[in-house]
């Protein structure tokens, strides 16, 4: 019931919202002289406050529509190159000017945590200019028929290693997060099934591979709370007149509640600072505000059955670090993995996985050559600045393109490793 009634509260405060989006309007148009005043624009500041913090975002767009190639600006163009219900392939096709196949194949995993995959619109800014870009673009799951079946970390796992099959060879893949386990399982059971499209390189970026490491308040609050817990608590059924009504979903809102309370302090002064931007006529500050609110405000439903299961396998039992993680009825052995380069990147100040979570992927990896191997720890950045920022561009993204060059499957020699059988813990 929570979730309708979070529903009908959205539904009835509508056309307080409407006059509240008329108010700001009158109040900042500069024909109207009351406008040119601290008090005219303190009334528009406050309409556009509680417009925008009553407002449901709708998923942004990634709105990259140029980069740069070879020393040339170039047009992009978005496509969807592959689809099911959960999930769309989205290819950042770059003009005539690129020929494809003469860059990397580069698969972004977007995470399925609440945000949508334009959460990563810097990281593929960033490397547009060095690949040939793909992100799964994840779907609401408010927005899929309960028709169309269900969806679960064994589904997500299965998408990755389907969409690796349509990308073909020498594909590197980039995790972001969450789908760090997802993606160390499938490039394990390819690894396993001796399949050639396996990745050339995966980098792991800030994920919770091994969450015993530096535990953070997420990890903490997981442990404390066990799965039983969530189940009760914060899944609930879609409400009509939803195209998925009646499916079972951890809703979006409560997970950016949840979020936004382990910095509610920070919200606050962001929005006060907001107000105050408008009331002096500080455009370029109260648009940066706007650019990061419609962004980290736009939120998703993921299914009941995908976030308990996550949950329950990296954050309650650890199972992937434990040896003990199954896809179907199969083991994940992340030392079955010899042939794809293993790059790892977390940082300093990341409160949401803890340093030497992302790396423990080399202490399971086992039999991936000394020489196929890297970890960077980013100075001075939190989870967010490990993708995205400044510190990005300049110190993360050479690294990963100079990885991905040096081991792509046509510029190394193929060397069967030495095996070594991993330890039971």
Aim: with cysteine.
């Amino acid at each position: 019931m929570f979730y309708q009634f979070y529903e009908l509260s959205h539904a009835s405060l509508q056309p307080v919202r409407v006059c509240a989006d008329a108010m700001r309007l009158f109040y900042s148009n500069p024909l109207n002289p009351v406008s040119h005043t601290a008090w005219g624009r303190s009334a528009a500041a406050a309409a556009e406050l509680f417009e925008r913090t009553t407002r449901r975002y709708g998923k942004p767009v990634f709105g990259l529509d140029e980069t740069t190639a070879n020393a040339q600006s170039v047009e992009v163009t978005e496509t969807t190159v592959w689809q099911k219900p959960f999930c769309k392939l989205i290819n950042f096709e770059r003009s005539a000017q690129c020929e494809k196949g003469t860059e990397p194949k580069l698969l972004i995993v977007a995470p399925m945590s609440g945000h949508y995959a334009t959460l990563l619109r810097g990281t593929v800014e960033a490397m547009l200019p060095h690949a040939d870009v793909y992100i799964t673009d994840w779907t609401d799951a408010r927005k899929v028929p309960v028709t169309d079946g269900s969806f679960d970390l064994d589904d997500y796992i299965d998408y990755i290693i389907d969409i690796l099959h349509f990308l073909g060879p020498d594909t590197h893949v980039m995790a972001v997060c969450q789908p760090s386990v997802p993606v160390l399982a499938a490039a394990a059971l390819m690894e396993a099934r001796g399949d050639q499209f396996a990745p050339s390189s995966m980098t792991l970026m800030g994920g919770p591979i091994d969450t015993r490491q530096s535990p953070t308040a997420v990890n903490a609050f997981a442990q404390e709370k066990g799965i039983d817990w969530f189940r009760e608590n914060v899944i609930m059924q879609v409400p009509w007149p939803n195209p998925g009504y009646m499916r079972d979903v951890y809703p979006g809102f409560l997970q950016l509640s949840g979020f936004m309370s382990m910095n509610l302090d920070r919200h606050l002064g962001a929005h006060k600072d907001f107000f105050m931007h408008l009331v002096k006529d500080d455009g370029d500050s109260a648009e940066k505000h706007r650019d990061f609110y419609d962004e980290y405000l736009a939120v998703m439903d993921m299914t009941a059955e995908f976030y308990l299961q996550t949950v329950d396998t990296v954050f309650v039992r650890q199972a992937l670090p434990n040896g003990t993680m199954m896809h179907r009825a199969e083991n994940v052995d992340p030392a079955a993995i010899r042939n794809v380069a293993l790059l790892t990147i977390e940082g300093e100040n990341d409160d949401i996985s803890g340093i030497g979570q992302t790396r423990a992927a080399h202490d399971l990896c086992v039999n991936i050559p000394q020489s196929m191997r890297s970890h960077y720890l980013q100075p001075s950045v939190g989870h967010y600045g490990v993708f995205n920022g400044s510190r990005f561009r300049k110190e993360i993204v050479p690294r990963i393109v100079d990885f991905m060059a040096a081991h792509s499957r046509s510029s190394r020699k193929q060397a069967r490793p030495r095996i070594v059988h991993s330890a039971k813990p």
